[in-house]
């Protein structure tokens, strides 16, 4: 201890006479380490850091498993976990969930087979009244014993008991503590107060502990309700009630539910896991309604179900994917789809299917062409079909619009069917299963959202830190140079090699440290720039605990200690291995003292080649990401994103019927169009690039009976061309009377006459070819036992191609539909800035109902930077650590070129002294430089070649290969190197001959 104590003192007073080195070092290892630690930590955050709730490593989320799909009346994922799932040809093998019914549930919790067990799902938005102005919140609704099954205790008032999730119990409601904290100002009396959920009145008794925000990583809801209050609190249930299909709670083939188990202690894992798949399995096997066919299809079965209406009537489904907490896109998409006002195909039995992520690639999504109805995607992740889970959309609520029924396969019966109907849920083939995984692990939420660009950002601060630890390495090589003669007698007067090099050693993990302290200040900037970018592109808080905590400081220890014996190693070995007579003669600065020249293979020339093709690798990876933003940002919309606010509003959550909807939407529109400074005013189902897509599936005529044909599907309101300055290639705009027939159609009785649609030029071009598509019909259904006959459509309109839901896609046949009921976004153009006119917007909306929040209000150019924020953010974090890279390279370059002309001296001034011009020198050093930097950018090259064919899913319109970024960065390096050789070689031309050869 007394050695390491005199080394530590020693090294104090050594870097004390050098501060300029000492201050360079320390600088170059705190940018590295620093940049490390910010992105650590939020790897940590997002990816690693434990659920909030007490004993994770005890919980676990059921997820099922079989040979073939569920065959659903409806299935669910809110984005807690991943899925396995496909259709018709992009069927998954071996498809997996974690979506269970409500009765399933109720069976597993009565084994007893878990100390705990609870089940969740999504709210969707709820609009509350009673504190003050109407707003929308974000709820979660949850079984009675999941605040106890979690572990998590109240901060005020209490939380759920298994009493309180019953039908007949008082609807009560527990607090987010944040939010408690944000709209009650943390008022204790708030406990037995009464708020109005969606018109529905909710006692708080109490205000979850500040730590718990959800059990799902990134989650981050305002409320939480019990299990049997989602019926009421549900504005769509109105229509299952029209359709005569049972409640979501007693329908065993509804899959909506996520749960989530504590071991018993002392119990195996696969005893208990044994126990609820023998009793999923008994459900499948030997229950009423078949679920696994192995058709690869999820519809209704051949035949009635429990659930479904009786006499043989319209049984439908839906499959959901996704749907986070709160009122905005946790994706930062902008606004989120939030009705489904009348889906189009509903009046022909094949109700919408939403998926909350970006359809699968191809131009084929899943669900189409196999009969599925509209399937409508939210979001901008990956699509169910792919095995990821679904980026969370806040506060949709997916809406129930079943599908419809299957019919009997042309091979005969199932096994296990009848002609009077099914008898089992499965045959024995499907083996239907559940397996129990770490919830740690399992449930996901927004962390398969940020972990690429993450990951992306930590591969380039690596190459950050690997980059300053060459760099001090260098300047430690030279530095070891100028201290050969203290070596030298300090080994002379019998200090042992292993002691020198301990002594260097200690010197290099001091300015490591040092680094490592000042690093930390440059993180939480870091760290804190980061999450105010994200944050300001998200209408939601971002869900995750972020900051700099023991185990970030741990890494960042871990990360000085290991670069100081990185950079320290070579300067230290080269130092103990000096021979001592030579070094003992000469003086500094002699012809001995300089050394052999000409020496290209030294450690110093190979620090600076590594340096530069590490700089090469990160910039040409900064280069695609900036390309690929600016690719997206000059992609052609379609249609005039300028001067457009935007903001969305549910009358359904605040109890209107579709009429009433309808007679708002006109009012509301009307008051708008007459306010000044608004140009045009219009209504969509959802916005223009907010990340949701609805796809329809339709028969096209002159095609087999059994094909369907696809094309994405849009609800608008009147004018909503004009508004967006969508033109008209041919035909007309929708009428009022359009959208009394659209509504007829959707109903028990539609008319004979088709709903009008208006399609788009890709649409004519795949389905009509050079044909006049103006009143065509096509997508016709004969009565059967799903309903009565359905007119199908009627092209009345073509225009131009628009962008639907984001910019990536390529735009594909598309329909345009009359919008009815449900909840909308507004379109409203102004002259001047939008921003202006949002006071007017919440005045005209206040004075037809104060009621009615507005959410999601941005404008149409804000809503578009949101959906690009995750290319913004990596362009510009990647684009930063790519400048650092390539000064952090051209300061190595420049530091060994000094020192070589401190080194060669007296060789310089025996060339000026032989004759040789100023010219002549600086070739000569600016020569050395110029080589050391194209070698460096050969090897980076080649290394990037291979390390961005990684990035490909991250790249927009440009190659990970592509030639003119590589050949641009190699250019910048150039520049940058040659500014760098400059300034010793200039020195180099200044050189006395004769202080120079005075040495001697």
């Given at each position: ?45 997002v ?20 040979r073939?799909q ?6 669910m ?36 087979a ?11 938005r709820l ?6 102005a109407a707003t929308v ?18 901060a005020?008032?209490?939380v ?7 039908r ?20 204790r ?5 009464t708020i ?84 999923f ?13 192995g058709g ?9 179900r ?29 606004n989120a ?10 009046a022909?039995?094949?109700g ?8 699968p ?9 196999q ?29 129930v619009?079943?599908?419809a ?10 096994g ?18 559940i ?9 996901t ?5 940020y ?16 980059i300053a630890c ?15 003669k203290?070596?030298?007698v300090?080994?002379a007067?019998?200090?042992?090699r292993?002691?020198i ?16 302290a000042?690093g ?26 972020t ?15 290991a ?12 130092s ?5 007579t ?5 003086g500094e ?54 001067n ?41 189902q ?26 994405d ?9 004009a ?9 007309r ?21 088709p ?8 649409f ?18 004969g009565?059967?036992a799903?309903?009565p ?7 009345i309109g ?52 104060s009621n ?34 390539l ?27 032989l ?23 050969g090897v ?54 004769m ?6």
């Amino acid at each position: 201890m007394n050695k390491l104590l005199q080394d530590i003192r020693y090294g104090v007073r050594m870097l004390a006479k050098s501060p300029g080195f000492a201050a360079v070092a320390v600088l170059t290892l705190a940018l590295g380490i620093g940049a490390n630690t910010a992105i650590f930590s939020l790897i940590d955050a997002v990816m690693l850091r434990s659920l909030p709730v007490e004993n994770p490593s005890q919980l676990v989320l059921l997820k099922w498993t079989a040979r073939h799909q569920p065959d659903t009346h409806e299935y669910m994922s809110s984005g807690d976990c991943g899925n396995n799932l496909g259709f018709g040809q992009n069927a998954a093998q071996n498809p997996s969930g974690c979506s269970f019914s409500e009765p399933l549930f109720r069976r597993i919790a009565e084994t007893n087979a878990f100390s705990g067990v609870a089940a969740f799902a999504n709210s969707g938005r709820l609009d509350l009244t009673g504190n003050g102005a109407a707003t929308v919140i974000s709820g979660q609704v949850v079984s009675g014993d999941f605040f106890r099954t979690m572990g998590v205790k109240a901060a005020a008032g209490r939380v759920f008991e298994p009493s309180d999730d019953s039908r007949s119990a008082a609807p009560v409601a527990v607090l987010n503590y944040g939010y408690w904290q944000s709209a009650f100002g943390g008022s204790r009396d708030v406990i037995g107060r009464t708020i109005e959920l969606n018109n529905i009145p909710f006692t708080i008794v109490g205000v979850a502990e500040a730590r718990f925000t959800g059990i799902t990583p990134g989650s981050d809801y305002d409320v939480w309700l019990p299990l049997s209050n989602e019926e009421k609190i549900d504005p769509r249930a109105q229509i299952r009630d029209r359709l005569g299909m049972a409640k979501r709670q007693d329908d065993v083939a509804s899959w909506w539910l996520t749960i989530v188990g504590r071991l018993k202690p002392n119990t195996p894992v696969a005893q208990t896991q044994a126990i609820v798949s023998g009793v999923f399995r008994n459900e499948m096997l030997h229950g009423t309604v078949p679920m696994f066919h192995g058709g690869g299809e999820m519809g209704g079965g051949p035949g009635p179900r429990p659930g479904g209406p009786a006499g043989g009537g319209m049984v439908r489904r839906q499959i959901v994917m996704g749907g986070g907490p709160g009122p905005g896109p946790a994706s930062g998409g902008g606004n989120a789809p939030i009705g489904m006002g009348t889906p189009p195909q509903m009046a022909q039995g094949k109700g919408p299917i939403e998926f909350h992520g970006a359809p699968p690639s191809g131009n084929v999504p899943f669900g189409a062409a196999q009969g599925k109805g509209p399937v409508e995607f939210h979001g901008s992740a990956s699509g169910p079909g792919s095995g990821q889970s679904m980026p969370q959309l806040a506060g949709k609520k997916p809406l129930v619009m079943p599908g419809a029924q299957r019919a009997a396969s042309a091979g005969g019966m199932q096994g296990g069917e009848s002609a009077n109907g099914p008898k089992t849920l499965s045959i024995a083939a499907d083996n239907p299963g559940i397996t129990l995984v770490p919830a740690q692990s399992g449930l996901t939420g927004s962390r398969t959202r940020y972990s690429d660009p993450l990951y992306v950002l930590m591969l380039a601060v690596g190459i950050i830190l690997l980059i300053a630890c060459a760099n001090v390495a260098g300047l430690m090589l030279a530095r070891a140079a100028a201290r050969q003669k203290e070596i030298a007698v300090r080994l002379a007067l019998g200090a042992g090699r292993a002691r020198i090099v301990r002594q260097l050693l200690t010197e290099s993990v001091m300015l490591s440290v040092l680094g490592g302290a000042l690093g930390i200040f440059f993180a939480y900037w870091g760290t804190h720039a980061i999450i105010s970018f994200v944050s300001s592109n998200q209408t939601r808080p971002l869900g995750f605990a972020t900051g700099i905590d023991m185990r970030v400081l741990g890494f960042t220890v871990i990360v000085s200690l290991a670069t100081g014996i990185i950079f320290g190693l070579a300067p230290a070995f080269r130092s103990a291995r000096i021979d001592l007579t030579p070094t003992l003669k000469d003086g500094e600065g002699s012809s001995a003292s300089g050394g052999r020249t000409g020496k290209w293979f030294s450690v110093g020339n190979a620090l600076v080649v590594a340096q530069v093709a590490l700089a090469i690798v990160v910039l040409v990876g900064a280069g695609l990401l900036v390309r690929t933003l600016d690719n997206l940002r000059s992609v052609d919309l379609g249609f005039d994103a300028h001067n457009i606010v935007i903001f969305s509003i549910d009358p359904t959550l605040a109890g209107y019927k579709d009429a009433q909807v309808d007679s708002f939407y006109r009012d509301l529109r009307g008051r708008l169009a007459g306010t000044p400074g608004v140009r045009a005013v219009s209504y969509s189902q959802m916005p223009l690039l907010s990340g949701g897509l609805m796809i329809t599936d339709f028969h096209w005529p002159g095609t087999p009976q059994d094909q369907e044909s696809d094309a994405d599907f849009l609800n608008v309101g009147a004018d909503f061309f004009a508004t967006m300055n969508i033109p008209f290639v041919a035909g007309r705009n929708f009428t009022a009377s359009d959208f009394d027939l659209a509504g007829a159609n959707s109903g028990a009785a539609p008319t004979a006459a088709p709903t009008p649609v208006i399609v788009n030029q890709a649409f004519v071009e795949k389905y009509l070819g050079k044909e006049n598509p103006l009143g065509k019909q096509f997508g016709q259904e004969g009565a059967d036992a799903n309903g009565p006959a359905r007119p199908g459509y009627e092209i009345i309109g073509v225009v131009r191609d628009a962008k639907y839901n984001n910019l990536r896609r390529d735009i594909h046949p598309t329909m345009y539909g009359p919008q009815k009921g449900g909840g909308a976004s507004f379109e409203v153009r102004t002259a001047a800035n939008p921003q202006a006119l949002l006071p007017a917007i919440r005045n005209a909306v206040a004075r037809i109902n104060s009621n009615l929040p507005l959410f999601n209000v941005t404008t149409e150019s804000e809503q578009i930077d949101r959906l690009l924020f995750q290319e913004r953010l990596v362009a510009r974090v990647s684009g930063f650590f790519g400048l650092l890279a390539l000064v952090l390279a051209c300061i190595g370059l420049y530091g060994l070129l000094s020192y070589e002309v401190a080194r060669r001296t007296r060789e310089i001034g025996i060339r000026m002294a032989l004759g040789a011009q100023a010219g002549d020198v600086l070739r000569l050093v600016v020569g050395q430089g110029i080589i050391l930097a194209a070698v460096g950018a050969g090897v980076g090259v080649g290394a990037a070649l291979g390390v961005t064919r990684y990035m490909a899913s991250m790249l927009y319109d440009v190659h990970a290969n592509d030639p003119m970024t590589m050949i641009s960065v190699a250019i910048l390096l150039a520049l940058v190197a040659l500014a760098a050789c400059y300034i010793p070689a200039r020195r180099a031309t200044r050189v006395d001959p004769m202080i120079a050869l005075r040495y001697e």
